[in-house]
């Protein structure tokens, strides 16, 4: 694959006015625009709705937490060199989590629990902070502040490779919507050192369960291999590799089995035989950090995104001042309809420039005198198809159509 700057997403989400950094905010630590805060916006409310769609209930859970807590998990003794500095408040030492599980482990033994309510499946898109070297921080690929897409299944053994492998399947239909190509699938192992939780049956057991799972027909023919040294400090797990323009390789998506928390935090159910079992604790991220994923998606689409996911979804341009009233009347049917829809008048430059200007806009409206009068436009899509003359309600049905679907097409048929 060849690289291309012109989709690096550090250049193209500044020029598109997508998001920025400042030094007094600090490094790895940008801000969104407002046409990246819509982005953004859109692909949370994609996972929230895929996720509710798949049986999940959301939860909020605070960003920081005692230093008692990241001890409880492991995370303190296997994973404070990623961590921020604990903060004095009076007697206790407060941090900023590196990760939203321990919260979620709480948050579950905080009720009891039978085995009917099982799987209990519980997501969050919430704040995390890793305290990253300055010298690996880049755009929005990693950074200090990161909004993840995170659940946590709490289930039987039973019932665990299932919900792994339909949390995989999540993964993949995600992709299928967000025009994401996996790359391979990565079995990830613990290599040498203390890092990592000293259990070799803990690390066996869940091994050989994300190895059924990859067994199955899920993966669709994409490969897979075992890396050593990838893991959790607390479990193996399945990294979904993607590659950037320039064919380097990061993880976007995760699932992993867990025995490691769920007896840390003493988590319980009670079964149907009226005692005490342990779940088991599947973690699973369709898209990882949003941060990570905008980023690719920037770079996979040029910036020209997918109907649904575009800044501005129509931009309607009158020829000449005479269509600029009913050009703004179209504009304000689309905002009615829930559309991003944008007026770029004669005095925003020439059409042809105009049409130039707005060459990442999937839907362009033109409208002259003779559509005007018909209450009609001259559709453009991006891709330069030209569906010629529409009724402005027909194409603002059609366009919410596309939009409300989700895919990838930018024109469906009538």
Not at 32 to 42: C, F, K, S, T
Not at 109 to 125: Q, T
Request: glycine residues 8%.
């Amino acid at each position: 694959m060849n690289p291309n700057p012109r989709h690096d997403h550090r250049r193209l989400g500044r020029e598109l006015d997508l998001f920025d950094t400042d030094p007094l905010m600090g490094a790895g630590l940008p801000y969104w625009l407002p046409d990246g805060a819509v982005v953004r916006h859109e692909l949370e409310e994609y996972v929230r709705e895929a996720e509710r769609a798949a049986g999940y209930r959301h939860v909020y859970s605070p960003v920081l937490g005692k230093r008692e807590l990241y001890e409880i998990s492991g995370h303190w003794s296997h994973y404070s060199d990623d961590m921020f500095p604990p903060m004095k408040l009076g007697a206790e030492e407060v941090v900023l989590r590196p990760s939203l599980c321990p919260h979620h482990a709480l948050i579950y033994r905080s009720r009891s629990h039978s085995y009917r309510e099982l799987p209990l499946r519980m997501a969050e898109l919430g704040g995390m902070y890793r305290s990253e070297l300055s010298g690996v921080l880049g755009g929005l690929t990693r950074v200090r502040s990161i909004q993840l897409n995170d659940a946590h299944i709490f289930c039987t053994l039973e019932q665990a490779v299932e919900e792994a492998r339909a949390a995989l399947d999540l993964i993949r239909r995600a992709y299928d919507d967000l025009g994401i190509r996996a790359a391979r699938y990565r079995l990830s192992l613990p290599g040498e050192g203390g890092k990592y939780v000293a259990d070799p049956e803990l690390w066996r057991r869940a091994t050989a369960l994300l190895e059924d799972v990859l067994r199955g027909d899920v993966l669709q023919g994409v490969p897979y291999e075992a890396v050593e040294g990838e893991a959790a400090f607390y479990g193996p797990k399945i990294d979904v590799q993607i590659t950037d323009p320039a064919g380097r390789e990061s993880t976007l998506s995760t699932v992993q089995i867990d025995f490691h928390q769920p007896e840390r935090f003493d988590l319980h159910y009670i079964g149907a035989d009226g005692a005490k079992h342990r779940p088991v604790m599947v973690h699973r991220s369709i898209i990882g950090s949003v941060e990570r994923a905008v980023a690719h998606l920037i770079e996979e689409h040029g910036g020209a995104f997918p109907a649904w996911l575009a800044p501005v979804q129509l931009v309607v341009l009158p020829v000449a001042d005479a269509q600029v009233e009913q050009a703004d009347e179209v504009v304000r049917r689309a905002l009615a309809r829930g559309l991003r829809a944008e007026l770029r008048t004669p005095g925003d430059g020439t059409l042809g420039a105009r049409i130039r200007a707005a060459r990442l806009v999937p839907y362009q409206a033109v409208i002259g005198e003779r559509e005007a009068e018909g209450d009609q436009a001259a559709l453009r899509l991006r891709d330069g198809r030209r569906p010629g003359a529409v009724a402005v309600d027909e194409l603002l049905r059609r366009i919410s159509a596309v939009a409300g679907a989700r895919g990838a097409e930018l024109w469906a048929a009538a």
